[in-house]
């Protein structure tokens, strides 16, 4: 089955830097990646989508990046905000023709002043 | 509504007991998703329904989980006999069709504390 790892450890930067976040997956190749984001006691938030034949994916101050060789999809926030705290969620597709989602721990994400 | 909404906010029940939580999704979408959420970790498949139909329960952990969706709009999840490792939040999710198409969107949750 399907495994996907991002950074465990809450990740901590200084307002205005770049945060960037991981997520490894072994196994079968995804035909595509989703990136959410999750407030505490909320339900998660989409925010990009990018599809295997993508390298790369923009929207605003977010970019997505996947690579298949390495199995590995960077989330980048750039000029970071305190508003940007939150928990960031990894979801690849469950690997067969329906809509399954499979999520990664997620990464908490800590934007100080 | 404007969003996916659920019921109860939060459920504290004892061990044994019987639990339903119910989820409206977006008006107009026929796929229909169930996740559980534990505490500090991702959501964890249980189940989709492509309209009334379970397209997929592969994630149900065991015969006490079932759910429902008579009319393909509304869904119900049932869980019977709880059990001190049911606790979690329940998060429900929508889509127009099947996700490989866009976004999941999510309703706020359900926490379900059994004690």
């Known amino acids: 089955s399907q495994k996907i790892e991002q950074n465990s450890e809450a990740l901590n930067i200084q307002e205005g830097k770049t945060a960037t976040l991981t997520c490894n997956y072994t196994?079968?190749?995804?035909?595509?990646l989703q990136w959410y984001r999750q407030d505490p006691g909320r339900g998660p938030v989409f925010l990009l989508l990018?599809?295997?034949?993508?390298k790369e994916k923009r929207k605003e101050r977010l970019k997505v990046t996947f690579d298949t060789t390495l199995k590995q999809s960077l989330f980048h926030i750039t000029a970071s905000q305190p508003a940007d705290s939150a928990t960031y969620l990894c979801?690849?597709?469950?690997?067969?023709?329906?809509?399954?989602?499979?999520f990664g721990q997620g990464t908490e994400l800590s934007v100080k002043p | 509504g404007a969003g996916v909404s659920q019921t109860p906010s939060n459920k504290v029940t004892e061990k044994g007991k019987y639990v339903e939580l119910r989820c409206d999704p977006i008006?107009?979408?026929?796929?229909l998703y169930w996740y559980r959420q534990s505490l500090g970790q991702g959501p964890e498949f249980l189940i989709y329904?492509?309209?009334?139909?379970?397209?997929?329960d592969s994630g149900l952990p065991n015969d006490r989980f079932f759910a429902v969706r008579p009319e393909g709009s509304v869904s119900t999840l049932k869980i019977q006999r709880t059990e001190r490792g049911d606790s979690a939040v329940y998060l429900c999710?929508?889509?127009?069709?099947?996700?490989?198409?866009?976004?999941?969107?999510f309703g706020e949750g359900s926490r379900l504390t059994v004690l």
């Open positions: 999710a929508s889509t127009p069709g099947l996700a490989n198409t866009g976004e999941l969107f």
């Open positions: 196994n079968y190749s995804p035909a595509y």
């Open positions: 990018i599809r295997e034949n993508e």
């Open positions: 979801a690849l597709d469950g690997g067969n023709q329906g809509g399954k989602l499979i």
């Open positions: 008006s107009g979408h026929t796929a």
């Open positions: 329904f492509q309209g009334t139909g379970a397209a997929d």
